[in-house]
């Protein structure tokens, strides 16, 4: 996969929060999903958006540290072999190198409760699908958060890199909002049902009430250019942690 990460069982982890910057969202009306896409992102929908805050940028090692240090948090699975990376061989257990693990680096390696947890210890939590999307778009209707050209080293991290990138490295979205495509996977609120579409209320929808997974959103820096899409919907087991999964938080 990459020579960076050691695909190894291990022990024992370290972990990030301060304060993230936040910028406001606008109440609106956007179109949510696709036609003519994967079938979990239709039918194309419209949907109306309260006003709402959300980190400018994915939480950091540091920001998530700081929380575990406090004991409002417990630590990311960086070195406990509860953190995973998907290979041609499937998913493997993996060690995030001591690089990655300091400063504006994005954390990972959390699961959707630690995620939950660090946002509800700040007075957040996490974004919904819906409000995700539609902060992503910012406004527009474009693939990907800086428009529809195709993913490139200049606008996320891409391969041979075979890394995250600090956050707030690249361009932000209209909206201020930084590595909405790719860097990390983010966790979002709802519960994964690739048919919720097809029910879903047409103000601040909140997801299925029940699924045995959560919906992540955005891409990772080891996705494709369709996952990089700001449509593209995918899942992970909330119990686990992947080398490619963070988050930001919402209030």
Known sequence: ?????????????????????????????????????EQNQAPAHAVSISPFHID????????YDSCVRLGACTPAHYDDGACVIWTQQGFRNVRVPPALRNGRYPVVCVTWYQA??????????LPT???????????????????????????????????????????????????MTGNVWEWTADHYDPDYYTVSPQSDPQG?????YRVIRGGGWYSTASQL??????????????VSVGFRCAR
């Open 1 to 37: 996969m990459t020579a960076l990460f050691r695909l190894v069982p291990v022990i024992a982890a370290v972990a990030a929060p301060l304060c993230a910057q936040m910028a406001p969202v606008p109440g609106g009306s956007f179109t949510m999903g696709i036609d003519g896409g």
């Open 116 to 125: 939950q947890g660090f946002c509800q210890a700040h007075g957040k939590r």
């Open 129 to 179: 699908e819906a409000q995700w999307e539609y902060a992503a778009l910012a406004g527009h209707s474009a693939q990907y958060s800086w428009g529809n050209e195709s993913p490139s080293a200049s606008r996320c991290p891409q391969p041979p890199a075979n890394r995250p990138e600090k956050t707030a490295s690249f361009t932000p979205n209209p909206w201020g909002l930084y590595d």
């Open 56 to 63: 400018k940028t994915e939480v950091t090692f540091l920001q």
């Open 208 to 212: 299925a009430e029940v699924g045995q």
């Open 229 to 242: 899409k700001i449509k593209n919907r995918h899942w992970f087991e909330p119990n686990f942690g992947e």
